[in-house]
T-cell receptor, first 113, second 117 residues
Framework: EAQVTQNPRYLITVTGKKLTVTCSQN?????MSWYRQDPGLGLRQIYYSMNVEVTDKGDVPEGYKVSRKEKRNFPLILESPSPNQTSLYFC????????????FGDGTRLSIL | AQKVTQAQTEISVVEKEDVTLDCVYE???????LFWYKQPPSGELVFLIR??????QNEISGRYSWNFQKSTSSFNFTITASQVVDSAVYFC??????????????FGQGTRLTINP
């Protein structure tokens, strides 16, 4: 089954404790992206990756890191989480960019205390 | 920069009513794509439709229809004979050109649709 898998689905943690949200897709997609969803703001892009070893900042990259060592995986790293990073996070992938619908993971709800 | 506006934050209607969700966009690109996604209460994002800027034909899929008008930069979504299962947050999105060969999606703020029995 074609899917984008995010883990964990839920996490409550404390300020400053490094965390990683994993994202894996099994569709051989080139393009992957991370979004955060906040009330009244829709989805905003954090980082995106055009292909292996090619990543770039989206609209709200501050406080986040990503890597793309393999085509299928695109982890999101919060080196020193802060309460303003409490949000619902989505990973997405598509065959290419722009004209292709994105396939989204089920979301990760992060709470930073 | 490109922008997508969904002016209706929340809409509530009674089952079987028709409802239209508005989407207005701004872009300088001549070639672009518009999308609608549905987010039901379970939280996942579901792709509904894609439309490119050169195709202004309206589209109908069952009870769903989409009206794309370049002249007013709008891509509105209508649900006919709404059902409780249509209750969700709906997002309109526009593909934005970044650099050579790269684009990204810009999302609207979303419209929360509640269908009451």
């Amino acid at each position: 089954e074609a899917q984008v898998t995010q883990n964990p689905r839920y996490l409550i943690t404390v300020t400053g404790k490094k965390l990683t949200v994993t994202c894996s897709q099994n569709m051989n997609h080139e393009y992957m992206s991370w979004y955060r969803q906040d009330p009244g703001l829709g989805l905003r892009q954090i980082y995106y990756s055009m292909n292996v070893e090619v990543t770039d900042k989206g609209d709200v990259p501050e406080g986040y890191k990503v890597s793309r060592k393999e085509k299928r995986n695109f982890p999101l790293i919060l080196e020193s989480p802060s309460p303003n990073q409490t949000s619902l996070y989505f990973c997405a992938s598509s065959l290419r960019v722009g004209n292709q619908p994105q396939h989204f993971g089920d979301g990760t709800r992060l709470s930073i205390l | 920069a490109q922008k997508v506006t969904q002016a209706q934050t929340e809409i509530s209607v009674v089952e079987k009513e028709d409802v239209t969700l508005d989407c207005v966009y701004e872009t300088r690109d001549t070639t672009y794509y518009l999308f609608w996604y549905k987010q039901p209460p379970s939280g996942e994002l579901v792709f509904l439709i894609r439309r490119n800027s050169f195709d202004e034909q309206n589209e109908i899929s069952g009870r769903y229809s989409w009206n794309f008008q370049k002249s007013t930069s709008s891509f509105n979504f209508t649900i006919t004979a709404s059902q409780v299962v249509d209750s969700a947050v709906y997002f309109c999105a526009l593909s934005e050109y970044i650099i050579q060969g790269a684009q990204k999606l810009v999302f609207g703020q979303g419209t929360r649709l509640t269908i009451n029995p």
